[in-house]
């Protein structure tokens, strides 16, 4: 079966660090663009970060750029979100996601298969 | 940065037609995803590349894209159709990924 499965979210205050995983089972992961999409309580989506499939390429939103890094180890299957200085507005359900992609005439970027999500809060 | 523009609500009765739509600047030069999502669970790609479904997908699910805007419509809406609608384009002069605000879309 194809699925992403999250983890690594938690409660952490304000300025600290969080790492989330995203296993990946059902398809070649090495073939295939994978990115971060976060969800704020009650609000819409937001994309966070991609990653080219050997981690050549990679693309943040403004809002976290240098202080999220995206990786993957296609060898272990896995997706991770290195998430430092984290801010209050940081707190959100994080879904890691798998990237159709075409840069050739209209380029597009969609995302074809979700995990479930896991909540990361940022609290004092 | 490139602004995608949903009405944040659309209602409908059973069995009739509800259209979604989806505003930005030339849109129509672009390719639009839509994504489905029901309350707490995890987004589902229901049209891609302004007009193609996802294996799985109902005909009922179809989308359109021209202009400055894009529709997705759901034909004969049936109560499993109540959820949040996203529409999505890559901006590849900023390599930003767009989402729209999203529609809960209400069947009545």
């Known amino acids: 079966e194809v699925q992403l499965a999250e983890s690594g979210g938690g409660l952490v205050q304000p300025g600290g660090s969080l790492r989330l995983s995203c296993v990946t089972s059902?398809?070649?992961?090495?073939?295939?663009?994978m990115t971060w999409v976060r969800q704020a309580p009650g609000k819409g989506l937001e994309w966070v970060a991609n990653?080219?499939?050997?981690?050549?390429?990679?693309y943040y939103v403004d809002s976290v750029r240098g202080r999220f890094t995206i990786s993957r180890d296609n060898a272990k299957n896995s997706l991770y979100l290195q998430m430092n200085s984290l801010r209050a507005e940081d707190t959100a359900v994080y879904y890691c996601a798998r990237a159709r992609v075409r840069v050739i005439g209209v380029p597009y970027w969609y995302f074809d298969l979700w995990g479930r999500g896991i909540l990361v809060a940022v609290s004092s | 940065s490139y602004v995608l523009t949903q009405p944040p609500s659309v209602s409908v009765a059973p069995g009739q037609t509800a259209r979604v739509t989806c505003g930005g600047n030339?849109?129509?030069?672009?390719?639009v995803h839509w994504y489905q999502q029901k309350p707490g669970q995890a987004p589902v790609l229901v049209v891609y590349d302004d007009s193609d479904r996802p294996s799985g997908i109902p005909e009922r699910f179809s989308g359109s894209n021209s202009g400055n805007t894009a529709t997705l419509t759901i034909s004969r809406v049936e109560a499993g159709d109540e959820a949040d609608y996203y529409c999505q384009v890559w901006d590849s002069s900023s390599d930003l990924c767009i989402f729209g605000g999203g529609t809960t879309l209400t069947v009545l």
């Open positions: 990653v080219k499939q050997d981690a050549s390429e990679k």
């Open positions: 059902g398809f070649t992961l090495a073939t295939y663009w």
């Open positions: 030339n849109i129509g030069r672009k390719s």
